[in-house]
């Protein structure tokens, strides 16, 4: 079990890297399966955060602060409803959750490029209410299935947000998300972290780090279209093994 959580970690932390994205996306579904639902979720908010931080420190000159601010206050609005919504809720409906809500996240995702390759009119930068609504549905992705990159990549491709600039400010955006999305779960839904030893959370702590650092590494030498294809191949995957995990303990 440790070792393919570690796996997972540094696959989704070298996407994030590279691509300013994919740590929820890809370690997710597979974080769900190894360690269960609600536990997998809070950790993979924690982890999310920590990586997005980290990122930070070098990405934080192209921030458009502005922008987070909306993204940011939108989003956390949300996270209190949300975690109330899923207190309640089984491991089986957690889990179609978290695996309808990848598969659903990616395919929009890939929708939107196609419309905006075939040129596609894009949103205003300058308009509010799509920020405000692209923060509501990642605060609400965060909370239930620790994903909340891909309604601000569609936000992103929609509106011509200029790459560098979107995964710099993405990166406090998504940090700020998951921290409020797991204080949420932990007070209001009686959430809890997996229960692992001392050096098994150092360990895990290296991982991201170290998926970080290979990420750091690769981006100047890989293509970005080749590790986006990579990107949502494994979040398609992790996301269907984790709906049919979910469906099969209602059936």
């Known amino acids: 079990m440790l070792a393919l959580l570690v796996l997972a970690i540094l696959v989704g932390g070298i996407l994030q890297r590279v691509s300013g994205m994919g740590f929820g996306l890809v370690a997710g579904p597979f974080i769900v399966l190894i ?10 908010n924690l982890s999310g955060a920590i990586a997005s931080t980290i990122i930070l420190g070098r990405v934080v000159r192209d921030v458009e602060w502005r922008t987070f601010a909306w993204l940011a206050s939108s989003s956390i609005v949300v996270t209190v409803p949300a975690a109330l919504l899923l207190r309640d809720a089984s491991s089986s409906a957690l889990e179609i959750t978290v695996g309808a809500v990848v598969i659903a996240a990616m395919t929009l995702a890939v929708v939107t490029s196609r419309l905006r390759r075939e040129g596609a009119h894009p949103l205003p930068r300058a308009a509010r209410w ?12 965060s909370v239930a299935a ?8 569609v936000y992103a491709v929609l509106s011509g947000w200029d790459p560098k600039k979107f995964a710099a400010t993405a990166q406090p955006f998504f940090a700020a998300n998951a921290l409020a999305a797991l204080v949420a779960k932990l007070v209001l839904a ?17 991982a991201i780090v170290g998926g970080l650092a290979v990420g750091d590494a690769l981006a100047p030498r890989v293509s970005a279209v080749a590790m986006r294809r990579v990107l949502i191949a494994l979040a398609y995957v992790g996301g269907v093994a984790t709906l049919a995990r979910g469906l099969s303990g209602v059936v």
Do not use: K, Q
Request: hydrophobic content about 55%; aromatic content about 10%.
């Open 35 to 44: 360690v269960g639902p609600l536990e997998g979720v809070l950790f993979v």
């Open 130 to 141: 799509p920020l405000a609504t692209t923060g509501v549905a990642s605060g609400f992705g």
């Open 146 to 153: 620790g994903i909340g990159g891909p309604p601000v990549a």
């Open 190 to 206: 009686d959430a809890s972290f997996p229960a692992l030893t001392g050096w098994e959370w150092a360990l895990l702590m290296a």
